[in-house]
């Protein structure tokens, strides 16, 4: 199943005591999905950083790929947001997988600590 993407500017918000994983070309950060079971991401990739259009459009195409390869360990009661970095665009397929994959595995880690500790 192919998960929706954030839209709405307000839900890109991950307060303080969210989960937040820093990669090398990305920052992850999840919460609390709004409606349990239908969890989304969305993706953040600043003019600031990615000064041409082009190289936005291709970090975006990137990461959604790596995400979709990756979307299993993706936990349902999640929003995810990635916040790209501009060294994304030096990673090949590979080892961009690989970091979402690990992102991904840490998040998910957290949030079931947190789980069974708030338990």
């Known amino acids: 199943m192919k998960r929706k993407t954030i839209r709405n500017h307000k839900d890109f918000f991950v307060p303080k005591d969210g989960i937040h994983v820093a990669m090398d070309c990305f920052l992850a950060k999840a919460k609390p999905a709004k409606i349990p079971g239908d969890a989304r991401y969305g993706l953040i990739v600043s003019k600031k950083i990615f000064k041409l259009a082009v190289h936005r459009n291709r970090a975006k195409r990137l990461i959604r790929n790596w995400i979709a390869e990756n979307e299993g360990l993706m936990l349902p009661d999640l929003d995810y947001i990635f916040i ?28 079931n600590q947190d789980a069974k500790e708030s338990c």
């Open 84 to 111: 790209v970095r501009n060294t994304l665009l030096d990673y090949d397929h590979k080892k961009g997988s690989r970091q979402i994959k690990r992102a991904l595995s840490k998040i998910s880690k957290i949030y």
